[in-house]
């Protein structure tokens, strides 16, 4: 089996391991945490309904209303500055759900915007990503030809350590500067900005959701902006080149068997039916004249005699080496004295011979 083929499957396993391993540990951190939070949340509804005198149906309607109007408390969602942010969150794929579209119109004008804008919005960090690949390999060959480095050059693993610290060095600032317009947790902050730029947005943390942000603090919005452009552009670097990584593995590979092929090539005799490599295996396979293909009859018998004598039906294209070591040939006599009985046999066996040799 083919080592891209191995691998392939080793990525497959390793996937699915990687799932079982991860509903696990889910499943042990957040269990228990969800019935206690349950019940605690059930107690507080109930005691609720007692102390106010509240009917199932009201409870149910006021928990509905509650949820609906939760995105409007922030400020108005729709006006230009909440729709662009709304445009980042479609097209970069993070969908925080904060604010979805309401009307007819606007869901069908949604679906249309992704399809277009999301293949858009890829390549253009991919191609971003590129020129800032681009840019680090060249400051890295600076700094190393100004250390007078014997190696000034750049190979991926360099360009994937840099890329992987810039990131971290982005999802650390960010984090800190969450935590001071949002007043969150510095591990809620970094818990954000990370499920942001991976394009995950569970939406349980959503940025500019407070106190009017999205009206009041245009200096905030245009920050978010950028930082989650930013912020995307470095980790698709660092995606890009580690996924270059993987498929230059399977280059090598897939290069490593053609001079392999390459290599038994040369060392083959090739026959207009078969191979003979050098090791003595025999390729079959090949086919016959194309002049002749319906000629040939399957049996052995006097079918094959439509062949012209002249065409043979395998033709060697490397000649043959020196057999005269295996094959002693004998001397003949040109004279005219007369051939005796031992002259004839060895001048038939010398013919023989010869077409032996020939045959070979």
Not at 34 to 45: K, S, Y
Not at 97 to 111: A, I
Request: aromatic share 12%; hydrophobic share 40%; with cysteine.
């Amino acid at each position: 089996m083919k080592k891209q083929n191995v691998r392939t499957l080793s990525l497959i396993v390793c996937t699915f391991t990687y799932l079982l391993v991860g509903a696990a540990v889910f499943d042990a951190f957040e269990s228990q945490t969800e019935m206690d939070l349950r019940r605690t949340l059930l107690e507080e509804e109930k005691e609720f309904i007692e102390n106010y005198n509240i009917s199932t149906e009201d409870f149910e309607s006021l928990r509905k209303n509650i949820l609906k109007v939760m995105p409007y408390k922030s400020g108005k969602q729709w006006k230009f500055a909440g729709a662009f942010y709304f445009s980042l969150t479609v097209i970069t794929t993070i969908g925080y759900g904060h604010s979805t579209p309401q009307t007819v119109p606007g869901k069908l004008f949604c679906m249309g915007y992704a399809l277009a804008g999301i293949p858009l919005c890829i390549i253009m960090f991919q191609s971003v990503g590129e020129r800032l690949n681009t840019f680090v390999t060249f400051l890295l060959k600076s700094i190393k030809k100004c250390f007078k480095l014997k190696n000034s050059e750049v190979s991926q693993t360099n360009l994937i350590l840099v890329t992987m610290n810039i990131s971290i060095v982005v999802l650390t600032a960010g984090a800190a500067a969450f935590n001071y317009f949002e007043d969150w947790a510095y591990i809620d902050a970094f818990y954000y900005c990370f499920i942001t730029l991976t394009t995950i947005g569970f939406g349980d943390f959503v940025a500019l959701q407070k106190n009017n942000s999205l009206q009041d603090k245009p200096h905030y919005v245009a920050f978010s902006i950028i930082y989650i452009l930013f912020g995307l552009t470095v980790i698709s670097a660092a995606m890009n080149l580690l996924v270059l990584r993987f498929l230059t593995m399977n280059t090598e590979d897939e290069r490593r068997d053609e001079i392999e092929a390459a290599v038994a090539a040369q060392t083959a005799v090739r026959l207009d039916g078969d191979i003979i490599t050098s090791n003595g295996n025999v390729v079959s396979g090949a086919q016959e004249r194309p002049e002749y293909n319906d000629l040939i009859s399957v049996c052995s018998c006097s079918c094959y005699n439509f062949r012209s004598k002249d065409k043979h039906r395998y033709k060697v294209t490397r000649s043959p080496g020196k057999i005269s070591h295996l094959l002693p040939l004998q001397a003949i006599s040109s004279g005219r004295e007369p051939v005796s009985m031992d002259d004839s046999n060895s001048i038939l066996h010398c013919q023989l011979l010869q077409k032996k040799r020939a045959s070979v």
